[in-house]
Structures are given as C-alpha cells and as structure tokens.
C-alpha cells in the first residue's frame, strides 16, 4: 500500500496542469508557471533556498538547494514539469482517476510521478542529516523537456554544479546510466529547373539528392562497420522527411531532407557534420547539385556514466534494501541526462513508471511503484548521509 501522503502530492501535482504550450489544444493549461510555484512553496516550507529562473515568458525553472555552501558533494535531483498535450486522453486529464492500484492523469508517469517520489524523500530531517555530513542536495525542476530540452539546457548555461545527477523519469526503477544522443539535419540542395520534356537543360535536384542519400546511408554502414556498444548497439540514420518538385513536367530545381542520426559515447557531432558537407561538396562539384545546405536542427549528447561509479553503488544498494533487484540498463530513448552530463561524470535516469505510459491517452502510474521508487530514494539518501559521515563516496 502506497503512503497517502505520497499519493496526495501526485494527486495534487497531477492536478495543476503543466502542458508545453507547443501542444496548444488549451491556453489555459499551458506553461509551467504554476507548477513551479507549487514545488517553490513546497520546497521552501522543507527550508530550500528557491529560485525561479524565467527560461520563457511564463515558463520558469526552478531550481532548490539544501544544505552547505561549501558543500563535500552536490547532489542534483532533476525532473520536468512539463507534459504532453491531452487530446484524445481517456479520462479527466487533470483529475487523478484510482482503479486498482493505478492512478491515471496527465503526467502520473511521466514526469509526476518520479517527481513525487523524490519530494516525498527530501524531508526535513534527511535533509539536515546529509547537510550535516556536508552534502548539498538540489532539485530542479525544468520547464520545456518535452520540446527540445531548454529547460536543462539553460541549467548548464546558467553555470549549475553538482558532482552527482539524478534524473527522475520512469524508468521501471531500472538504473538508466547511458543513452544514444541525436543530431538532427536539415539538407537542401539545389538544381536547375528546365521543361520536362528536356531534362537534359536542366540540373535534376530530386535525383541529386537521391545521390546524397546514397552517400549517406554509404556513410553509415561505415560508421556501424567501425562502431558498436555493448549496450547501446549501433549508430543509426533515419531519414524521415523529403520535400521537393512541383509538378510532372517541370525538372525540379530544389529538394530537402531530415536526417535523424543516433550518436553513439565517443562520436564527435562536429566531425559527423562535417564529413557529410564534404559529400555534398564532392557531388556538386561532379554536377549532381547546383548549391547545397546543411542545417542543424537540434544536437543531442549521449551519455555513458561508468557503471562501477559511487552513484550507481549507491543507488544499487537503496534499491536491494528496499527488497529489489537493481538492474542497469541503457535506454533507446533520449533524456535530460545528455545534457546534464556535461557538468557531472555521475549521471543516471531513474524512477517509478514505465516509459510505455508516457504520452498515451491512458498515461497511468502503479501506485505500489510509486511507494517503491520513493523507498529506494530515502534508503539512497539515508545511506549517503551515513557513508559521508564515515568519509566514503
Ligand atoms: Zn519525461
């Protein structure tokens, strides 16, 4: 049976709706404003020193610490407050439903849910013990990670430290401790238009970039020959988008791609980018293309967080109190973590619900998980401030 006041706060955090305004069936549920006030109040009354950072107009970050200025080790907890849109959902979307052991509402899962749990943890006197054995401990929670990560992204600009990362998604309570990261291109190229009936007059740009296509998937089973990652497999290329001509008869004069490439820990963006404007350069310069472009869309940075770490040994060890076997395991989809990455070596995705729920019309979290998720984080924390005091970790 699940505590009631852990399930209160979701109920409660369910219940403040918090859609990215990208998805704008509603205006009057979008942007994270009040959800980020909620947790500001919240974490204050727990003795958090807050602070809301306006990323957009009525799209905040919060961010919340405890513990010394001076602290021997930051621990950051992140999640998102932001969800997906709600049309088609099932049931109430901003009103938590109970059948059984499930609780369903927009967010229960993802990214509610594993917020709840951490909150429901960071109580006042755990947060003194681990102050007490000089750890600092954090929560932010982000706006926008549901479009393009601006929230996490603004994190890293704005300088935040920590030397640990936890970031809440629902992972099965399974330890996520590397992912692929992205990048996402946009190629134009360019021809020369002429009359059907002549294509010789003109410089065909659907068929040239049929010819860059070529190059790029040559590219890729080259990179997948050299590359491989016991966990995370192959790099990958997925061509998604293409656009071009205007009608039968007319030799087409542009055509555009998107490129979805999945990077792999060790792959250099930049130098991926590059090689595939060298191919571009190579064909217009045998006439294929008359002009060519490669825009970026969005980079996103694996991660890969050594799997020895006191992180991972920490939080194996609070979930097998919590009388659970810790799996690690890496993720095909992509999280806050790439970002994070780059300002802590220890990072891992963690909490309770499945990423099967997320973004369905029937988004549900279990409830037992749920208390689980939240056992494991006090059993974590409890063991951290011990083992600082003992000079460990
Ligand atoms: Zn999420």
Redesign the pocket.
């Known amino acids: 049976m699940a505590d009631q006041q852990l399930v209160r706060l979701l109920e409660e955090l369910v219940s403040i709706p918090s859609v990215s305004p990208e998805y704008v069936e509603n205006p009057a549920a979008a942007g994270e404003a009040r959800i980020a006030v909620f947790l500001a109040d919240r974490l204050a009354a727990s003795g958090f020193k807050v602070e809301l950072d306006e990323v957009q107009p009525g799209r905040p970050n919060l961010i919340a610490s405890f513990g010394p200025d001076q602290p021997r080790k930051t621990l950051l907890f992140e999640a998102?407050m932001d969800t997906v849109g709600v049309a088609g959902m099932s049931r109430p979307p901003f009103q938590a439903a109970f059948e059984g052991s499930l609780l369903y509402a927009r967010g229960a899962c993802?990214?509610k849910g594993?917020m709840a749990a951490a909150l429901a943890a960071l109580s006042r006197d755990r947060l003194e013990k681990l102050a007490a054995a000089g750890v600092q401990i954090v929560f932010a929670g982000v706006m926008g990670?549901?479009t393009g990560n601006i929230g996490a992204v603004r994190l890293v600009e704005k300088g935040l430290r920590a030397d640990q990362i936890v970031v809440l998604?629902?992972t099965e309570l399974s330890i996520i401790h590397t992912h692929k990261g992205m990048i996402w291109l946009r190629v134009e190229v360019g021809g020369l238009a002429a009359h059907g009936s002549n294509p010789d007059r003109g410089v065909n740009a659907i068929t040239g970039m049929s010819d860059v296509m070529q190059f790029l998937h040559r590219r890729i089973a080259e990179d997948q020959r050299l590359r491989h990652d016991p966990v995370l497999g192959r790099p990958t290329l997925n061509i998604g988008m293409i656009r071009g001509g205007y009608a039968v008869n007319i030799v087409p004069d542009s055509c555009s791609i998107e490129a979805d490439r999945r990077t792999l820990p060790g792959e250099d963006e930049a130098a991926i980018i590059e090689r595939i404007r060298g191919g571009l350069v190579e064909l217009q310069g045998e006439g294929r293309i008359t002009s060519h472009s490669v825009r970026v869309i969005k980079v996103g940075r694996p991660f890969q967080t050594a799997e020895n770490c006191s992180l991972i040994r920490a939080l194996k060890q609070g979930i097998e109190q919590a009388g659970r076997k810790p799996r690690l395991e890496g993720a095909a989809w992509y999280?806050d973590a790439g970002i994070l990455s780059q300002i802590a070596s220890e990072v891992v995705v963690f909490g309770p619900g499945s990423?099967k729920q997320?973004h369905t019309a029937d988004e549900h979290i279990d409830l037992d998980d749920l208390q689980a998720g939240c056992d494991i984080v006090r059993r974590f924390l409890d063991g951290m401030a011990d083992g600082s005091r003992q000079g460990e970790g």
């Open positions: 998102h993802d990214d594993p990670e549901e998604e629902p999280s990423i997320a």
